[in-house]
């Protein structure tokens, strides 16, 4: 009788929680969130790779000497394409989750809901209906599982994200914020020419001369500077491809088959009392 009490307080608070909706509410708040900061970090990454593009057509010359970077670049490139490849597919399952628990949490799934808590209860306290139970119970569990599931997986991939992942995205994409205003640095100076046509021997040495200190005092320091971010930011970018599989993708997943544990292995009925005959 105690059992059959708690399950049915349980079932009355599952329907006062649909009905109030305040859990799909925060559930879907986070899903917008991921998709902003997914989209942040998407287009920061697109602009570097505008950046490198245009850094990759460039090159630093002073009349037969010539510093060519492109070469450099190639590695990162093609990190940032499949990074985009990764962000395709990050906005496409952070969109179906979305339109999954808009559906989940319309009319029509609390509908389900209190169609499949009646129809338990009925089963529970109706003598007559026991013998539906079992059949009523696994809907009820079904219609639970489509209705709180993804929400209350996407709660407990927001917990994760708050207190481990956030902090790191953060970061990894200003990283390549930082990248990516170097790289326009590098095109604002990595192109120093020298006109010799109308200079006499005189002038033309201590052009050359001028260019080569320029070029070494800045250019070439911009350039070692600028690998050495090339190399970080390519750490940067693989680690905000695995941070946004593990936010977008398997974290949802994964919390979405340890709420599916909990209702079908842990949600159980109570166990008929044994008739007893004198």
Known sequence: MTKKILITLGIIAALIMALIGTVDAFAVAQ????LVNAGVSFAA??????ALTTVQSLEGSIGVASIQIGQLLNPIVDIINNFADIMALAFASLTLQRILALLFSSDVGNALLVISSVALLACLWITKLSAYINA????????????????LALLLTSAINHYALDEQINNNAHAVDALTLQADGITAGISVTTDTSTEDEGSLWQSVKNATNAMTSGLIDKVKLFKTGVEHAITNIITLMALFVLNTILLPLGFFWFVKHLVFVNMTLPRPQANTSS
């Open 45 to 50: 990454a697109r602009l570097l790779d505008a």
């Open 136 to 151: 009523a119970w696994t809907q009820f569990k079904i219609v639970f599982l489509l209705r709180f599931g993804l929400a």
């Open 31 to 34: 899903i917008d969130k991921s």
